[in-house]
């Protein structure tokens, strides 16, 4: 297998049918096929998806109705300027009797014209600006319901998804949607409206001549189907390849120093060109598809009107047809072939749109977070007495993550779980917060299920400290706050004494006041830290958890932050995750977890006096792997 085809199955299995291509390389027939399927199974949910979409537009109830109107009174101007040709060539051109034109009738009767493709346009006009208001507005509520999911997820999903692809379906997918709601929705009123007023004006010009374009109307239709039923499911493709590729630029861009630190550069180069080449060569198939359409409609209304052309000239010949009547016919046949042409040219920006909105709709109708019951229990105050009893829970359900997990602990006790990488003591504090929710067993705070409390006020009362550091855009004193949001800034600044913070942000150049921008890229790793120990500091919540927080800071930095947090943690439950085993000696119990159990318990004293697994662990006779 060469390097290309290595770097492209683990592509393919990092990002799974997202990265397939219609044609690809070696070793991706199983992906696209597996692409196909899932993209034709996604086109039978069309229907659904853009009844949903309407649901969005007809919000707009008072506008659409007017905009209604509007297209009525357009389409009426329209037909009837094309109408009035027939009377025009008849009686003021060439007129059936023999007789000689009338110029003063023609001046007027195209003044009549004059005036109705004005007043036309104006329609045209307060059509267009209300229906783009419709799509705008629209476009917001799709938005803000986005959002309002993505607060509501658990965890899980996130921990399952890519930040980028998430942040595609904010940014690609909805601005896709919203072409469409802008201007193709346009199109469509005034299309399906030109469509039957031209055929009412059609059977009542001849209706010989209506049925002979009946008759060839459907090969267009056919030909259009056909290129339509290619081109959406292409579209499908793209925007899901184009979600890959922005999910990887995410993870690079994030990652570029470590990307730099291994050398990484020609591997990430590389892995960029074959993501990039898939979205190409879907986005080629979508867009050769879409473009096609437009030609074979085009091509498809000229058939049409040969074919009315010929049949209009006999029967003038043979039946006595006006030449006005002739005129005003094949001008309708191709107005009525215009609207079909039109739909067909907006059919790229639709498909794009609707497998955009499928994906938005996607993640809308991801399970939520569970709702609080009707009578969940609101602590006042929570005292921080926890418990878990008999714990079982695996992230997938045949895989037990924790087995038989039991332990307490009393407000003022600092609990410790030191363990082997992957043993299970993140997850232990995942489920304290119900970020997942356990498969047996209970956990309690003050002796009530947590599951029977408020999830807000569960989390509330939790405040966690992790290894990642994140931080906000925004003033230092706004990150601190952030862990509660009324507190007043001496109690902020307070929080920043606890935590051995005070210090330097004083010498930060306008102290509380420093603006935080990309994460604290201007702020080394300890400092991020210590603005989060500060924030948890703020919470005032009655159970802490320090998941490896002091595992970014230096020794001596360590040191201080051990002073600020013997006063923060007085009179709370603590939960403590570390790998440096000489921050957990004063704890009052120790928990050590392998392979999801608690192998060993108890004080640092108790434990080195058993010479098991903590006793190796803390003499360097094991190692934390």
């Given at each position: 297998?060469?390097?290309?085809?290595?770097?492209?199955?683990?592509?393919?299995?990092?990002?799974?049918n997202r990265v397939a291509a219609?044609?690809?390389?070696?070793?991706?027939?199983?992906?696209?096929?597996?692409?196909?399927?899932?993209?034709?199974?996604?086109?039978?949910?069309?229907?659904?998806?853009?009844?949903?979409?309407?649901?969005?537009?007809?919000?707009?109830?008072?506008?659409?109705?007017?905009?209604?109107?509007?297209?009525?009174?357009?389409?009426?101007?329209?037909?009837?300027?094309?109408?009035?040709?027939?009377?025009?060539?008849?009686?003021?051109?060439?007129?059936?009797?023999?007789?000689?034109?009338?110029?003063?009738?023609?001046?007027?009767?195209?003044?009549?014209?004059?005036?109705?493709?004005?007043?036309?346009?104006?329609?045209?006009?307060?059509?267009?600006?209300?229906?783009?208001?419709?799509?705008?507005?629209?476009?917001?509520?799709?938005?803000?319901?986005?959002?309002?999911?993505?607060?509501?997820?658990?965890?899980?999903?996130?921990?399952?998804?890519?930040?980028?692809?998430?942040?595609?379906?904010?940014?690609?997918?909805?601005?896709?949607?919203?072409?469409?709601?802008?201007?193709?929705?346009?199109?469509?009123?005034?299309?399906?409206?030109?469509?039957?007023?031209?055929?009412?004006?059609?059977?009542?010009?001849?209706?010989?001549?209506?049925?002979?374009?009946?008759?060839?109307?459907?090969?267009?239709?056919?030909?259009?189907?056909?290129?339509?039923?290619?081109?959406?499911?292409?579209?499908?493709?793209?925007?899901?390849?184009?979600?890959?590729?922005?999910?990887?630029?995410?993870?690079?861009?994030?990652?570029?120093?470590?990307?730099?630190?291994?050398?990484?550069?020609?591997?990430?180069?590389?892995?960029?060109?074959?993501?990039?080449?898939?979205?190409?060569?879907?986005?080629?198939?979508?867009?050769?598809?879409?473009?096609?359409?437009?030609?074979?409609?085009?091509?498809?209304?000229?058939?049409?009107?040969?074919?009315?052309?010929?049949?209009?000239?006999?029967?003038?010949?043979?039946?006595?047809?006006?030449?006005?009547?002739?005129?005003?016919?094949?001008?309708?046949?191709?107005?009525?072939?215009?609207?079909?042409?039109?739909?067909?040219?907006?059919?790229?920006?639709?498909?794009?749109?609707?497998?955009?909105?499928?994906?938005?709709?996607?993640?809308?109708?991801?399970?939520?977070?569970?709702?609080?019951?009707?009578?969940?229990?609101?602590?006042?105050?929570?005292?921080?007495?926890?418990?878990?009893?008999?714990?079982?829970?695996?992230?997938?359900?045949?895989?037990?993550?924790?087995?038989?997990?039991?332990?307490?602990?009393?407000?003022?006790?600092?609990?410790?779980?030191?363990?082997?990488?992957?043993?299970?003591?993140?997850?232990?504090?995942?489920?304290?917060?119900?970020?997942y929710d356990i498969s047996e067993?209970?956990?309690?705070?003050?002796?009530?299920?947590?599951?029977?409390?408020?999830?807000?006020?569960?989390?509330?009362?939790?405040?966690?400290?992790?290894?990642?550091?994140?931080?906000?855009?925004?003033?230092?004193?706004?990150?601190?706050?952030?862990?509660?949001?009324?507190?007043?800034?001496?109690?902020?600044?307070?929080?920043?004494?606890?935590?051995?913070?005070?210090?330097?942000?004083?010498?930060?150049?306008?102290?509380?006041?420093?603006?935080?921008?990309?994460?604290?890229?201007?702020?080394?790793?300890?400092?991020?830290?210590?603005?989060?120990?500060?924030?948890?500091?703020?919470?005032?919540?009655?159970?802490?958890?320090?998941?490896?927080?002091?595992?970014?800071?230096?020794?001596?930095?360590?040191?201080?932050?051990?002073?600020?947090?013997?006063?923060?943690?007085?009179?709370?439950?603590?939960?403590?995750?570390?790998?440096?085993?000489?921050?957990?000696?004063?704890?009052?119990?120790?928990?050590?977890?392998?392979?999801?159990?608690?192998?060993?318990?108890?004080?640092?004293?108790?434990?080195?006096?058993?010479?098991?697994?903590?006793?190796?662990?803390?003499?360097?006779?094991?190692e934390l792997t």
């Amino acid at each position: 297998m060469t390097r290309h085809e290595m770097l492209e199955a683990s592509l393919q299995k990092r990002y799974g049918n997202r990265v397939a291509a219609v044609q690809g390389g070696p070793g991706t027939r199983g992906a696209r096929e597996a692409a196909e399927r899932n993209a034709a199974k996604g086109l039978k949910n069309r229907g659904a998806t853009i009844k949903r979409l309407m649901k969005y537009v007809f919000l707009e109830k008072k506008r659409m109705v007017v905009a209604v109107i509007c297209t009525l009174l357009t389409t009426g101007c329209t037909l009837a300027t094309s109408y009035m040709l027939r009377p025009i060539i008849n009686k003021y051109i060439a007129p059936v009797d023999g007789s000689r034109g009338d110029a003063k009738g023609l001046v007027g009767a195209l003044s009549i014209m004059l005036l109705l493709y004005m007043l036309s346009a104006m329609f045209m006009y307060i059509q267009s600006r209300l229906l783009t208001r419709v799509g705008q507005n629209s476009l917001r509520r799709m938005r803000t319901d986005l959002n309002d999911a993505l607060q509501k997820l658990p965890i899980k999903y996130y921990d399952t998804h890519s930040r980028g692809d998430i942040m595609s379906r904010f940014t690609n997918d909805i601005d896709n949607v919203g072409q469409m709601l802008s201007s193709t929705i346009i199109s469509a009123f005034s299309a399906v409206l030109t469509l039957i007023g031209t055929l009412a004006l059609m059977i009542y010009t001849n209706w010989i001549l209506t049925i002979v374009i009946l008759l060839l109307v459907p090969l267009s239709i056919f030909a259009v189907a056909k290129v339509s039923k290619a081109s959406a499911k292409f579209f499908k493709l793209q925007q899901s390849s184009l979600g890959a590729l922005n999910g990887y630029i995410e993870e690079s861009v994030t990652g570029q120093k470590v990307i730099k630190v291994f050398n990484h550069e020609e591997t990430a180069v590389e892995e960029f060109e074959i993501l990039n080449g898939k979205l190409r060569e879907n986005q080629m198939k979508a867009q050769f598809f879409g473009g096609l359409m437009g030609p074979v409609s085009n091509a498809s209304n000229q058939v049409v009107y040969v074919g009315a052309s010929v049949v209009a000239g006999l029967l003038c010949v043979l039946r006595g047809f006006d030449i006005g009547g002739m005129t005003v016919f094949l001008n309708y046949s191709r107005q009525f072939g215009r609207p079909i042409n039109e739909l067909a040219t907006q059919m790229t920006s639709v498909f794009s749109a609707l497998a955009g909105a499928e994906r938005v709709f996607a993640v809308m109708d991801e399970q939520p977070e569970p709702a609080d019951d009707p009578d969940a229990y609101i602590p006042n105050p929570m005292k921080g007495d926890v418990e878990f009893s008999h714990v079982y829970f695996g992230y997938v359900p045949e895989k037990t993550v924790l087995k038989d997990i039991n332990l307490y602990a009393h407000p003022g006790q600092k609990i410790a779980f030191v363990g082997s990488t992957g043993a299970g003591k993140t997850t232990v504090t995942n489920l304290l917060n119900r970020f997942y929710d356990i498969s047996e067993g209970t956990i309690t705070i003050d002796g009530v299920d947590i599951r029977h409390y408020s999830l807000s006020e569960l989390r509330k009362n939790i405040a966690v400290v992790l290894q990642d550091t994140h931080l906000f855009t925004g003033t230092v004193m706004e990150n601190i706050r952030y862990g509660r949001l009324d507190a007043t800034d001496e109690e902020v600044k307070q929080a920043a004494r606890s935590a051995s913070a005070d210090s330097f942000i004083r010498r930060l150049p306008k102290g509380y006041d420093t603006m935080i921008e990309g994460d604290g890229a201007n702020l080394s790793q300890g400092q991020r830290q210590l603005l989060n120990i500060a924030r948890a500091a703020v919470s005032k919540a009655p159970v802490l958890v320090l998941d490896e927080a002091t595992s970014s800071v230096d020794t001596r930095t360590e040191k201080h932050i051990e002073k600020g947090m013997d006063a923060l943690m007085k009179n709370r439950t603590t939960f403590v995750i570390a790998h440096r085993l000489s921050t957990v000696r004063d704890s009052n119990a120790i928990m050590v977890l392998e392979k999801g159990e608690i192998i060993e318990r108890g004080t640092h004293d108790d434990l080195l006096e058993q010479k098991g697994r903590y006793y190796e662990l803390y003499t360097g006779k094991a190692e934390l792997t």
